[in-house]
């Protein structure tokens, strides 16, 4: 019975019913939802200036979310990340000012980002010392590091090249959503069909079972940090071209901001669950969020009072459907 | 199933402590059913019985850990609600688990006093009086080695063990219950506890005292109480018994409905051991599987199978010794490599080792065959959904798709996953480690009637097992491990309850002359 039991995809209506109250799409119905109820009340939230503006200013978050989820997935966490980009912008930022070539100012945070990140793996799988402790104390470095090194003063005259952010790909879609939108599916797909993809949720469900299983945990951590520093170093670029200037110091809360989209996006605190689209949809949404404040005049100081209740429920959510799981 | 054969033998006017019918469940086991026996004052009371047969549950009931579904404990002729552990500890019931409970960073006199120090007014902990006390519960006992300031994580394993007996009798226990205390300690610490419990007997405290080493039982124990399968068998005065009869008290049972392995053409040898060694617990094992062949490594918990296991699959690489793998001599540093020799490990814990629990049945199955079914590093879908969907198959995992998340499944269908996970892989030798433990009747003949298919098809099988009826039914030969040596082979002709049991057991009549 059991063969034939096993049903086509598609053909069953629970599987639907299923796909449909998916994280992801709560968090695409959300984003819809919002954006029309909050269009009731204020028809000048709908405004396409506007919904561009958010889309624009949060792009980076969205894409540094998609490396923190794979982080997250393969049961660590991250949260030298904000700190990474402030110093990544201002690595960017500096060469370009002092005449570097263009293309060069913009591989240089990804190579950073890559190398910090990579190091950071290292010392987490193989001295095997919890990724919080080590990307604290990363924190710290960075954080102070840029600090004492430009006294946190602004990095002004930037050649117009350099910014990535004004590009338009076939003239209508700016680049940091297009960024967004690509590395989103980019890291989708390898997660969903690559081996190396599933290493990652084999570590993070069951470090111990993957082991038995041949597959390297230490590698597998190395490689997912430095993922994470390569789009750490996309968004950084993202954040340091959006302005005309770049305030060399960390974005505050960053990181914060960055752990609750992967953790909104349905992406498991303890590791071995949660997809990288559902991260980026939870980065559009905190996003709107913050925007739908102000446009229903509400004081904006609330988005991180609401970013802290969404954490709350998703991870309660999380713990009580594993806990039906483990009792089952 | 309850044989009451003499459970009174002698029993004194009022015991110290009584359990009466004690009855308890877990979803699915029967844990205990129906239990009684006294233990007087002053008297060392010895349980004994296989894993599961019921120990621990019992001790965990009369020290509050849970409470029995029926039944009552009486403690000095009065009935007591052991609801939780200081419960327990109020009716003067104390007990040294296997892993000892201590602090390691704080002192011998704070570990002793710890929850119940002595104050010193307005809260205050009195530091004088409970290094005091700890050296008057010292020199009570006559230990003259341990001082009450030294921090506990200095101390050997004997010495934290004396720590939790004064922790016991500073808080007036008047039972004291000890879960296997000799596992981990040395000759000479055996000695000095022995000395310990025999000055407690002399004061009348009543020791419950568990262990799988029949030799401590006639050297220490007044009487000895044999469980099986969470029923009583026996009290008997350890005076008027031999090791031969409690070993036959606690294995007899009747081999249920297994399948008995078919006779294959036993072929070439697959896996070759020689002089394998791993401290602590594998000692110069020496072995041999061959293809078609199911040997049973017979043994109790601890005496080193899991762990010969997981040297030979690389997890704990040996530290001598030689592997050979179908005549060639390897060197195994990682379970990826003994993957690649074609050796599959199903490890006892499918918990915590085997399974992805977050993950679909179909990423479960592809796990450890990733590199068969990934092109490129990219994943061919249909060929992984056509290999997990081979496996259910094959294996008749109870599930509603390939895409159901494996951890909803039952025990019994996950069991089955782990399996056919390892076999997408087409390995030569198939190592098992309890493959069939807290699965239900149903799914344990059918994972016998597939390891029996194996091996027909040639397949050599080395399984680990505590259960003697799964060892004497399955296995072609039979290996017994103690103490991280193997101690006895028996042919499947020569393998009874009692042979294999004895060698277990280390009762140095029968084991001796077979290995």
């Known amino acids: ?328 | 199933m309850t044989m009451a054969t003499d459970t009174h033998s002698e029993t004194p006017a009022l015991p110290l402590l009584s359990v009466r019918a004690l009855e308890k469940s877990f979803p699915g086991v029967r844990a205990l059913s129906g239990v009684s026996f006294d233990v007087a004052r002053g008297e060392v009371h010895a349980l004994l019985g296989e894993n599961g047969a019921g120990k621990s549950t019992l001790i965990k009931i009369v020290s509050g850990v849970f409470p029995p579904d029926r039944g009552e404990v009486i403690v000095d002729g009065t009935s007591v609600n052991l609801a939780r552990p200081d419960d327990a500890r109020r009716a003067g019931i104390a007990t040294i688990y296997q892993e000892l409970l201590l602090f390691p960073e704080l002192t011998v006199a704070e570990n002793v006093f710890m929850g119940h120090a002595p104050r010193a007014g307005a809260g205050r902990l009195d530091w004088r009086a409970m290094r005091d006390k700890t050296k008057e519960l010292l020199a009570s006992l006559e230990i003259h080695d341990l001082y009450a300031d030294r921090v506990v994580g200095s101390l050997s394993v004997g010495n934290r063990q004396r720590v939790e007996i004064l922790r016991a009798l500073s808080q007036d226990a008047r039972i004291l219950i000890m879960d296997e205390p000799t596992a981990a300690l040395t000759e000479y610490d055996v000695t000095r506890l022995f000395d310990i419990v025999r000055r407690l007997k002399a004061r009348g405290v009543a020791v419950i005292y568990i262990s799988h080493r029949l030799d401590e039982i006639f050297a220490i124990a007044d009487r000895v109480t044999v469980l099986r399968d969470g029923a009583h068998i026996a009290t008997k005065r350890v005076a008027d018994t031999e090791a031969a009869e409690l070993v036959q008290l606690m294995v007899g049972r009747k081999i249920e409905s297994l399948f008995p392995k078919i006779a294959v053409p036993i072929g070439e040898p697959v896996l070759e051991v020689k002089d394998l060694e791993r401290r602590p617990l594998t000692k110069g094992i020496s072995l041999t599987v061959r293809a078609g062949e199911i040997v049973g490594l017979a043994g109790l918990v601890g005496s080193g199978r899991s762990e010969l296991a997981q040297t030979i699959f690389g997890v704990t690489p040996a530290e001598g010794g030689e592997i050979k793998i179908r005549g060639h001599a390897v060197d195994i540093r990682s379970p990826a490599q003994a993957r690649a020799l074609g050796i599959a490990y199903v490890p006892e814990d499918r918990g915590t080792q085997g399974l992805v629990r977050p993950m679909t049945v179909r990423e479960n199955f592809s796990l450890a065959a990733l590199g068969k079914v990934a092109v490129g590093g990219f994943i061919d879908r249909a060929a992984e959904r056509k290999l997990a969907a081979d496996g259910v198959k094959r294996f008749a995992v109870k599930t509603s798709s390939l895409e159901q998340i494996a951890g909803k499944l039952s025990g019994g269908n996950q069991q089955k996953i782990v399996l056919g996970k390892w076999l997408a892989n087409q390995p030569k030798l198939l190592i098992l480690d309890e493959p069939t433990r807290g699965i239900d009747v149903g799914a344990k003949a059918e994972i016998h009637r597939l390891m029996g298919e194996l091996a027909a098809q040639g397949l050599a099988i080395l399984m680990i097992s505590s259960e003697l009826p799964e060892v004497l039914g399955m296995s072609d030969r039979v290996l017994v491990m103690r103490e991280g040596r193997i101690v006895a082979e028996f042919s499947r002709e020569d393998a009874s309850q009692e042979s294999v049991g004895a060698a277990m057991m280390g009762s140095h009549d029968n084991a001796e002359k077979a290995a």
Not at chain 1, 149 to 154: D, E
Not at chain 1, 188 to 196: D, G, I, L, V
């Open chain 1, 1 to 328: 019975m059991t063969a034939a039991s096993l049903t086509r995809a598609g053909a069953d209506p629970r599987r639907l019913l299923k796909a449909l109250v998916s994280q992801e799409a709560l968090l695409a119905i959300a984003v819809i939802g919002l954006a029309i109820a909050v269009g009731f009340y204020n028809p000048r939230f709908l405004a396409t200036r506007n919904l561009s503006d958010v889309l624009l200013g949060n792009a980076y978050i969205a894409v540094a979310a998609v490396g923190m989820s794979m982080v997250i997935i393969s049961g660590n966490i991250d949260i030298s990340v904000g700190s990474l980009i402030g110093v990544l912008a201002t690595v960017s930022g500096t060469l370009a000012v002092d005449g570097a070539p263009i293309i060069v100012t913009w591989l240089a945070p990804l190579v950073v980002g890559m190398l910090v990140m990579a190091l950071q793996g290292a010392i987490v799988a193989y001295l095997r010392i919890p990724a919080i402790v080590v990307t604290l104390g990363m924190l710290s470095i960075l954080k102070g590091g840029l600090i004492s090194a430009t006294g946190g003063k602004w990095i002004t005259d930037l050649p117009d090249s350099f910014h990535l952010a004004d590009i338009e790909i076939f003239g209508l879609l700016p680049m940091p959503v297009f960024l967004m939108i690509l590395a989103a599916f980019l890291a989708a797909f390898w997660m969903r069909y690559s081996a190396s993809g599933r290493a990652i949720y084999a570590v993070g469900g069951n470090a111990e079972a993957a082991r038995l299983c041949g597959i390297s945990q230490p590698r597998t951590i190395v490689m997912v940090f430095a993922l994470h520093g390569f789009f750490a170093g996309i968004a950084a670029l993202l954040y340091a071209t959006q302005l005309r200037v770049i305030q060399s110091t960390v974005p505050p809360n960053l990181e914060l901001t960055i752990i609750t989209a992967a953790v909104v996006g349905g992406v498991s605190i303890l590791g071995g669950v949660g997809t990288v689209i559902g991260s980026t949809l939870a980065a559009v949404l905190i996003a709107e969020i913050a925007s739908a404040l102000v446009f229903t005049d509400v004081s904006p100081y609330w988005i991180r009072a609401v970013q802290g209740a969404l954490i709350l429920i998703t991870v309660i959510a999380d713990i009580l459907r594993r806990r039906r799981m483990a009792g089952a």
